[in-house]
């Protein structure tokens, strides 16, 4: 299945043979202090940049009905996020809890603050998944 929206993620998770539960890391977009001139003129003009992780949160598919709700929960922490990275984790006997979830979580982080994000999807403001560098 091909995933170009958030609602397709949970689409995909709500249809899979064994429970789940989703991972999700917001991220803010910092210009670093040793930046040339070139690129903080980009970043000025809405360009470049790096990837902050500034929250994270995970849930089981039943728990979010669409990406709105995901984005009304994540404004509730007043953090500004330009990119929500996305995992998923599945459970065999029974649904991963929050506690399975936390070292998975913590990993994201750390790999996202290294810049390898190749296995998260990553989803824009509006919920499209968008493609990283």
Known sequence: ?????????????????????????????ELPDDASP???????????GALVPLMCVD????????????VAESSQFGHDWRIVFAAAMSGSDRA??????????????????????SGFIPFDTQGLAVQIG
């Open 1 to 29: 299945m091909s995933i170009s929206t958030f609602n397709d993620l949970l689409q995909a998770a709500r249809s899979q043979p064994d429970p789940q539960r989703l991972l999700f890391v917001f991220a803010g977009v």
């Open 38 to 48: 070139a690129q903080r003129e980009r970043f000025e003009a809405g360009q470049g």
């Open 59 to 70: 849930k089981r598919p039943d728990e979010l009905d669409s990406f709105s709700t995901l």
């Open 96 to 117: 991963p809890t929050s506690e399975d979830a936390e070292k998975p979580l913590e990993r994201m982080v750390e790999s996202i603050k290294r810049g390898e994000h």
